[in-house]
């Protein structure tokens, strides 16, 4: 599979976005993050990704909000975030996700 040049990531609440779907220049986004079991038993915060927002949507439901980022960006915008994982277009457990 290519890596594709963005990606849509889900929030934790609305947020401002240009035309495009991406957050303005110097905003600050909560990315929606979840647990997942590791391999020793614990567990580790996990941020999600999809390649489309079709996916997003089909995943988390049209409720859920979400900005597009670049790829090439992904690693510095969730550096801060706990996240130390991220799962690109996961299928979610039906009622796991959604509102």
Do not use: C, H
Request: proline share 9%; net charge negative; glycine share 10%.
């Amino acid at each position: 599979m290519d890596t594709p040049e963005f990606l849509a990531l889900p929030t934790m609440t609305e947020v401002a976005q240009t035309p495009g779907g991406s957050p303005p220049k110097g905003s600050t986004v909560e990315a929606a993050l979840v647990p997942v079991a590791d391999d020793n038993g614990g567990e580790r915060l996990v941020a999600l990704a999809f390649t489309s927002v079709a996916l997003l949507v089909e995943a988390m439901g049209e409720e859920q909000p979400w900005v597009i980022i670049p790829t090439s960006e992904l690693e510095g915008a969730l550096a801060k975030s706990g996240a130390r994982a991220v799962m690109i277009d996961p299928q979610l457990a039906e009622g796991s996700a959604r509102g």
